[in-house]
């Protein structure tokens, strides 16, 4: 299910939290409503942690992560470093990386099994990358643009990219990622998808000003209307009674 | 893969679709992501720009107010009305970028102009925006400041040329008008007017008149003064408002006359004869002593500084037969004219064949006249010579004439004619003698123009349709009668609003 909501009157929710299959990072806001939204959706699932990078609440734009591992940039202090792996499920390995390009949410987009680099990439990164989050690494461009991780989001059911992508870069892209996707907005038109919103495999956060046309076009491409939490953190049960209930 | 233009492997681009953000309708992606009529609902460009105008205009002279003076001449809904609403309407640049503008027909009598304008405008995210903007002028109806002068009083003048000639003919008033009609020297002027001895011209302002002066003193010698009379004060601004008046006075001497300069003018011009003939009046006055060829150039200054007039003027022109003609000196070139001195034998056309008066003269004209021809000169026979201490001679022969040949073609039409200015003539006192001494002096004209090249040198001659060229022309080929070359003649120009038919009505002959 796609929840709508704010952080501190931005629209740009995918600025301020990470969202993975294993557990969720968010800002610290002035008020807590930020986090109690989320907590309110994923409390008894995955673990919400409550953290600032280097300093700042850009955290979602900083790191990149997914079940498997987080990435984090030079920047983070050691404190925050060792927060994050006290805080974190052990199987998730939390390294931080020297890289130059240190908003690693903007220049990685990935999922649990294939992840999309800025072009200009480090070597030694896109390597840490393979290990840590155990993914097929490839450096592409989104509608030209090269900051792949803001352009576009996706999981590992569907993606949605910019609305500028054409149909032949739609197709590689579909191509490489092995998910359905599409190109569209959030947020009123706002074509920095990732911005504007966070994903995971069974809900979606995005910004306040979503329409509904969009709302509907995320929900449809990641499948999350008949998506529920249990069945794919558990590995799914082939139930047939599970699923008419 | 397509060829590009260079011969490059370039990957095909097909633009995907996506759904508008707010009505979920498929659409092409653009810099908003809002299809055309989301963005049209939400967005107008138009906000700000003004509905509606007004416009001053005269209905006299069909022009509009460009305020705070200027008028502007335009027809309705023409080009240049349609540029005239859109400086108007400059303030709206301002904000948007003007596509395209037209004129929404409107009837004419509504008073109202409606402009249908398409404007463009950068919107959020950087998408230009094109709506058409309709704009209602209103148009109010005012005299401009011209014509409501000119509708107040109609024959309102402010300066007047009154141009005199203190002589007993008009051909300088003939000549002049040609003048004034080649050079347009009178386009500016509201009426023109016949008097006694000259015309009077009326002009709107007092550089126009000066301006005409000017022109006047350049082809005449003349003596001007000028006077203002008070006609409004406005001792708030200190505007005065004037009627002037410029009296000008043509010098009475005129070609062909016959001139007994006064002893301290003979003395300054370097003792010239006493008697002298004018060649010729431009803006100074050539003289030319017969007897001994020596001539001399009176400036208009010079002129009325110690102002004389003619002994005999050309009315006074008498006919001679040359019996015989002896050449004297060899050819000199004066003032452009070939002259010799010689002797001639005379004998009055009235005197021949009756009695034997046979005048021995010398002359100026040798090489112009053969034993048999015809000349005009002045008849001193029997004239006292007063205080002067010279010998008058019996006759001065002035030019050769052609009138026995012009008999015999008298009363053919030209190939060529004038035009006239149209002038108001004032038809009050002048009986039928008047009329038909000028209609001699004109015909006179005429034939001087047709003798003198140098004459018509500035004035404009036009092809006659009606003359039509007779057998007798071709036998009269050896005929040494001095006429136009054809060439010379302007095909008239043919003017939509009859002027061939003005001129005839307007001719000074009527």
């Given at each position: 299910m796609a929840t709508r909501l704010q952080f501190e009157n931005s629209c740009e929710v995918g600025v301020f939290s990470k969202l993975t299959n294993a557990y969720c990072l968010v800002a610290i806001g002035g008020s807590e409503n930020f986090y109690s939204a989320y907590e309110a959706e994923l409390a008894d699932v995955i673990p919400v942690v409550k953290t600032s990078i280097g300093g700042t609440r850009i955290i979602g734009r900083l790191c990149a992560g997914n079940k498997n591992g987080l990435?984090?940039?030079?920047?983070?202090?050691?404190?925050?470093?060792?927060?994050?792996?006290?805080?974190?499920?052990?199987?998730?390995?939390?390294?931080?990386?020297?890289?130059?390009?240190?908003?690693?949410?903007?220049c990685i987009a990935c999922n649990d099994h294939v992840a999309l680099t800025h072009p200009?990439?480090?070597?030694?990164?896109?390597?840490?990358?393979?290990?840590?989050?155990?993914?097929?690494?490839?450096?592409q461009t989104i509608a030209g643009n090269i900051l792949v991780g803001s352009y576009c989001a996706f999981s590992n059911r569907g993606g949605l990219v910019h609305p500028h992508t054409s149909i032949e870069d739609q197709d590689e892209l579909s191509t490489l990622l092995q998910v359905p996707l599409v190109a569209g907005t959030v947020n009123r038109g706002s074509e920095v998808i990732a911005a504007g919103m966070t994903v995971n495999d069974w809900t979606a956060f995005c910004g306040s000003d979503t329409t509904a046309t969009e709302l509907s076009v995320v929900e449809s491409v990641f499948?999350?209307?008949?998506?529920?939490?249990?069945?794919?953190?558990?590995?799914?049960r082939k139930s047939l009674i599970d699923s008419y209930v | 893969m397509e060829l590009g233009a260079s011969g490059m492997f370039v990957p095909a681009q097909t633009v995907g679709t996506v759904l508008c953000c707010i009505c979920g309708v498929t659409m092409a992606p653009n810099p908003t992501n809002m299809c055309v009529r989301c963005l049209r609902s939400r967005v107008d460009i138009t906000e700000g720009l003004p509905r509606h105008g007004a416009v001053v205009h005269c209905p006299e002279c069909r022009s509009y107010l460009h305020p705070p003076r200027t008028w502007v001449r335009a027809d309705l809904e023409s080009k240049?009305?349609?540029?005239?609403?859109?400086?108007?309407?400059?303030?709206?640049?301002?904000?948007?970028?003007?596509?395209?503008?037209?004129?929404?027909?409107?009837?004419?009598?509504?008073k109202r102009l409606r402009l249908k304008l398409r404007v463009q405008r950068e919107t959020v995210h950087g998408a230009?925006?094109?709506?058409?903007?309709?704009?209602?002028?209103?148009?109010?109806?005012?005299?401009?400041?011209?014509?409501?002068?000119?509708?107040?009083?109609?024959?309102?003048?402010?300066?007047?040329?009154?141009?005199?000639?203190?002589?007993?003919?008009?051909?300088?008033?003939?000549?002049?008008?040609?003048?004034?009609?080649?050079?347009?020297?009178?386009?500016?002027?509201?009426?023109?007017?016949?008097?006694?001895?000259?015309?009077?011209?009326?002009?709107?302002?007092?550089?126009?008149?000066?301006?005409?002066?000017?022109?006047?003193?350049?082809?005449?010698?003349?003596?001007?003064?000028?006077?203002?009379?008070?006609?409004?004060?406005?001792p708030k601004s200190n505007i005065y408002n004037y009627k002037h008046t410029f009296s000008v006075e043509i010098c009475p001497i005129c070609r062909e006359d016959l001139v007994c300069l006064p002893p301290k003018v003979a003395q300054a011009l370097g003792n010239l004869g006493p008697l002298v003939i004018c060649t010729k009046i431009s803006d100074s006055v050539a003289l030319l002593d017969p007897f001994t060829l020596r001539s001399a150039f009176l400036d208009a200054s010079q002129y009325w500084?110690?102002?004389?007039?003619?002994?005999?003027?050309?009315?006074?022109?008498?006919?001679?037969?040359?019996?015989?003609?002896?050449?004297?000196?060899?050819?000199?070139?004066?003032?452009?004219?070939?002259?010799?001195?010689?002797?001639?034998?005379?004998?009055?056309?009235?005197?021949?064949?009756?009695?034997?008066?046979?005048?021995?003269?010398?002359?100026?004209?040798?090489?112009?006249?053969?034993?048999?021809?015809?000349?005009?000169?002045?008849?001193?026979?029997?004239?006292?010579?007063?205080?002067?201490?010279?010998?008058?001679?019996?006759?001065?022969?002035?030019?050769?004439?052609?009138?026995?040949?012009?008999?015999?073609?008298?009363?053919?039409?030209?190939?060529?004619?004038?035009?006239?200015?149209?002038?108001?003539?004032?038809?009050?006192?002048?009986?039928?003698?008047?009329?038909?001494?000028?209609?001699?002096?004109?015909?006179?004209?005429?034939?001087?123009?047709?003798?003198?090249?140098?004459?018509?040198?500035?004035?404009?001659?036009?092809?006659?349709?009606?003359?039509?060229?007779?057998?007798?022309?071709?036998?009269?080929?050896?005929?040494?009668?001095?006429?136009?070359?054809?060439?010379?003649l302007l095909a008239d120009l043919e003017l939509s609003d009859g002027e061939e038919e003005n001129d005839d009505a307007g001719s000074m002959m009527e």
């Open positions: 990435l984090l940039p030079h920047t983070t202090t050691d404190q925050e470093l060792q927060h994050l792996r006290n805080s974190l499920p052990d199987r998730v390995v939390v390294q931080r990386i020297e890289e130059k390009l240190s908003a690693l949410g903007n200009d990439l480090d070597r030694e990164t896109e390597q840490l990358i393979a290990d840590v989050l155990g993914v097929e690494v490839f450096r499948k999350l209307r008949e998506a529920q939490p249990s069945t794919i953190v558990d590995e799914m | 240049e009305l349609l540029v005239f609403c859109l400086r108007r309407l400059k303030p709206l640049t301002r904000h948007v970028r003007l596509v395209h503008a037209e004129f929404v027909w409107t009837e004419p009598h509504s230009i925006l094109e709506q058409s903007h309709l704009v209602e002028l209103t148009v109010h109806d005012q005299l401009c400041p011209a014509c409501s002068r000119a509708q107040a009083n109609p024959d309102q003048w402010s300066a007047a040329v009154q141009l005199r000639q203190h002589v007993a003919h008009r051909r300088t008033f003939f000549f002049l008008e040609q003048l004034i009609l080649r050079h347009g020297a009178a386009i500016r002027a509201l009426r023109i007017s016949e008097a006694d001895r000259g015309l009077d011209f009326f002009f709107g302002s007092r550089s126009h008149a000066v301006k005409f002066v000017e022109f006047i003193s350049g082809v005449v010698p003349v003596r001007s003064r000028s006077d203002k009379q008070l006609v409004s004060h406005d500084r110690a102002p004389f007039k003619a002994l005999l003027s050309s009315r006074q022109l008498v006919e001679y037969i040359v019996l015989d003609i002896e050449v004297e000196s060899s050819e000199v070139t004066v003032g452009g004219s070939r002259y010799s001195l010689a002797y001639a034998q005379v004998a009055r056309l009235s005197d021949f064949g009756k009695n034997d008066n046979i005048f021995t003269v010398r002359t100026h004209l040798g090489q112009l006249l053969n034993p048999g021809d015809y000349a005009l000169g002045y008849d001193l026979y029997g004239a006292n010579s007063g205080d002067l201490e010279i010998d008058l001679p019996d006759v001065v022969l002035i030019k050769k004439s052609y009138e026995e040949k012009r008999r015999n073609r008298s009363g053919k039409a030209r190939p060529w004619k004038l035009k006239s200015l149209n002038m108001d003539v004032d038809n009050t006192s002048k009986g039928r003698a008047d009329e038909e001494k000028r209609n001699i002096e004109y015909e006179e004209f005429l034939r001087d123009l047709e003798e003198n090249p140098e004459l018509r040198f500035n004035i404009s001659l036009y092809r006659n349709k009606d003359y039509q060229p007779s057998e007798m022309a071709s036998t009269a080929g050896g005929d040494d009668v001095p006429s136009m070359p054809l060439e010379d």
